[in-house]
C-alpha cells in the first residue's frame, strides 16, 4: 500500500484536537495500523477510529483534521480493507450530530476531497461502488454539479442492484430538484427493479410530488417480495417510502398490500399502518379496522405484528376482541419465547387492558404453568384489576413454585437470561401482591420465602399487608439483626417491622445502628422518609459531603448524596460545596445541578458554572433549570425546552420546567398548544410497541399542567 497519504500527518498538533476519548494524538497510529499488514490489530484500529471520530454518530474537533488522510486512504486502490474507510465517510458525510462549528469544518473538509472520491463509483469493488454512493450523496449540496454527471454516466453501465438503487438516491439528495424528471423516468415499467425502488426512496426522502404512478410502482415492487436488501441507505426501504405518502395514497396501497401480497408484504403493510398510527393521531381512528383484521391472518407473524400494534393503538381493541379471545382459548406454547406464546401474552394484555373477562382463565392456567413473560401480570397493577380469591391462588402456586433465591453454580450468558428473567417474574408477581395490600393477606407464607433473598416487593408488600402479616414479624426480625445483609435491605426489613407492629421505635434503632456502622446516607433517606431525626447522621454526612472525592464517580455521587440530606436540615454550606466540586469534575452534573436548584439563591455562586453547561449536549436541561431556580431567569430554561422538546417529548422533565416557569411559559405556549391540539404525535423516544399509549400519556399530562397554569 501507499504511505503518502499518511506524509504529513504528524505535522497537525492532533493532542489540542479531541475525539470521543479525549485528546486526539492517537489518530496517526491509529490510522497506520488499520492500514496495516496485521488484520487483527487493523481490526482493533478500524474500530477505534469509528469510536473516536465518529462516536455513535457524533463528530469532534478532530474528525475534519482526520477526514482528507481517510480520504486519500480510501481512494488508492492499493490500500488493504478500503471499503471500511469509504463507509467511514460515509457515516461522517451523513451525520449532523455536532457543534455548529465542527459541522461546517467538516462539510469543508469532505468538499474539498470530492474530485478525488468520485472515482469511487467505479472501483472494480462492487461493496466500494455501493458505499460510494452513500458518501457522494451526503456530500454538501455544493458539489452537485461534480458528482451527479457522475452518478448519471455510472448508472448506464451498473449491474448491482444495491449500487443502482444508491445512484438514484444519491442523487435525489445531493440534487432533488435537478434529478425529479430523471427519478421519474426510473419507475417505468421495465426499467430493473432496483432501479425503480431506488428511485422511489429517493423521491420519498427528497419530498419530491408523490404520483398515482408512484404508488402503483410501489405495490409492483414490494407485493410478492423486497427488492432491496443490505442496502447502505435504509435499514427499511419500504418503511421509508410509505412514510411520505399522503394519507388517502397511503391508505389504499396498504390494503392493497395487505389484502394481496405474501406473509411478509402483509406484516410490511402492518407495521407501516402501525407507524403512521404512532405519528398520526387521525389515522389511528382510521387504520384501527385494518390493524384488528391482522389479527386473523393466517400467518403467525403478520398477527403478531397485528398484535403489537393493536395493544398500543386503543380504537383497534375493542374491533379485536372476540379473535383474540379466541386465540387465548387455547393452551398457551411451552416455549415463552416462541411467537405463539408472545402473542397469546399480548392478547392477555389487550383483554386485561379492555376489561373482558374473558383472560381470566387462560390467565391463571398460564401463570400457574409459568408460560407468561412479566409484562402480562404487570398489566393487572397498570389496570388496577382488585384481588380475588382465584387469581390470589394462582399467583400463589407460581411463587411457591419458583425457588426463592437463584442459584450461583449456574454460569453464563443463558444463565444471566434466566436469572434475569427469573427476577422480573418474582418482582412483578410481589409488586402485584403489595399492590393489593391486605386482600393478599393468604400470600404471606410465599412471601416470607424471599425476604432472606432481598426481594424488594417481598418486604414491601408484607408491610402494606400490614398487621395481618404478623406471621413474618420473625424472617423479618433475623434480616434486619444480620450483620452480613447489606444496610438498606436490614432498613427496610425495620421498615416492614414498624408497619407489622405499629412500634416506630425498633425503625429508629435501626436507623441509629446504620448510622453508627458507617451507614448515614441509606439510614438518613429513611429517617426523613418517615419524619424522624436525624440525630447522629448529621455529622457523619457532613463529613462525607465536605470530603473532597478527585475524580472518582461513586465516591461524588454518594457526597451530592449525603450533600441532599443535609440539604433538607437548612444546612447549606456542605451542598454548596460538593456541587461546585462535581460541577469542576464534570462527573454527576446533571445531580449537582439538581442540588444548586434545591439550594436556590443560596447557590448563587454556582451560576457562572451552570452557565457552561448550557452548551453541553447532555446536560444544557439541568443547568437551564438550576439557573431559574437559583437567579429567577427564564430566558436559559424557555430555550431548553424548546431545544429538548424534540427529542425527549413531553415527560415529566417538561410538567416540572413548566411548573417552574409558570407565567413566563408564555412564549412556549403555542408550540405546546400544537402538541395538545395537532394531529402530529408529541415527539420523542418510546418504547417499541408502545408509542401511542405514550403520547396519549404525555398528552394528557400536558394538558393538565397547561389548564393549571391557566387556573
Known sequence: MTTVALEDIDDIDWASLNHAYGSAEDVPQTLREAVGADEEVAGEAIGHLYGSIYHQGTLYTATPWAVPFVAELAADPRTPRRAHLVNL???????DDAKPEVLADVRTALARETTRLVPLLDDPDVDVRHLATRLLGNLPQSEAAEVVPALRARRERERSPRVLAGLLAAAGRLAPSDSAEWLTGELAQGRPAAARAGALWAIADAGLPWSDAAS????????????????????????????????????????????RGTADTARNA??????????????????????????DHPDIRVRFAAATAVRDVPAAAPLAADSLAAFVADPCAEDANSLEARLFGMALEILIALGDPRWR???????????????????????????????????????????????????????????????NEISTLTRMLHHWGPAAAEAIPELVRFVPHDQWWAVRALAAIGSAASAAVPVLTQVRDDATAAWPHRLDCAQALTALTGDIGQLSAC?????????PVPAAKMALHHGLPLNGAVPALRDIATT??????????VRLEAARLLLQTGDTTPPLSAAADALDSRRYTADAAELAGLMGPAATELVPRLRTLLDDRHQFHAAALAIRRV???????????????????????????????????????????????????????????????????????LVAVLDELQN
Open 89 to 95: 465517510l460515509g457515516a461522517i458525510a451523513a451525520s
Open 216 to 259: 402503483e410502482a410501489v405495490v409492483d415492487l414490494w407485493l410478492n417480495g423486497d427488492p432491496l436488501t443490505s442496502w447502505i441507505w435504509a435499514d427499511d426501504p419500504f418503511a421509508d417510502i410509505v412514510a411520505r405518502i399522503d394519507s388517502a395514497p397511503f391508505a389504499d396501497l396498504c390494503r392493497t398490500l395487505f389484502e
Open 270 to 295: 402492518i407495521d407501516a399502518v402501525y407507524q403512521r398510527c404512532v405519528r398520526s393521531r387521525s389515522a389511528r381512528d382510521d387504520f384501527a379496522p385494518l390493524l384488528a383484521a391482522g389479527i
Open 361 to 423: 382463565t387462560p390467565f391463571n392456567t398460564a401463570l400457574v404453568a409459568g408460560r407468561l413473560t412479566s409484562d402480562v401480570p404487570a398489566m393487572l397493577i397498570d389496570t388496577d384489576v382488585p384481588c380475588d380469591p382465584v387469581l390470589l391462588t394462582a399467583v400463589r402456586e407460581r411463587l411457591a413454585a419458583l425457588p426463592p433465591e437463584w442459584s450461583t453454580e449456574r454460569g453464563g450468558y443463558g444463565a444471566m437470561q434466566g436469572r434475569m428473567l427469573w427476577h
Open 511 to 519: 436507623i441509629a445502628e446504620a448510622t453508627a456502622a458507617g451507614e
Open 548 to 557: 473532597a472525592t478527585a475524580d472518582e464517580p461513586a465516591a461524588i455521587r
Open 631 to 701: 437567579t429567577g431567569d427564564p430566558e436559559p430554561l424557555v430555550n431548553a425546552v424548546r431545544r429538548r422538546l424534540p427529542t425527549f417529548g413531553a415527560g415529566p422533565w417538561l410538567m416540572e420546567s413548566l411548573r417552574e416557569l409558570a407565567a413566563d411559559t408564555a412564549p412556549l405556549l403555542p408550540t405546546l398548544r400544537e402538541l395538545v391540539d395537532g394531529d402530529a404525535a408529541i415527539p420523542g423516544i418510546g418504547i417499541d410497541g408502545r408509542q401511542v399509549q405514550r403520547d396519549e400519556e404525555q398528552r394528557r399530562q
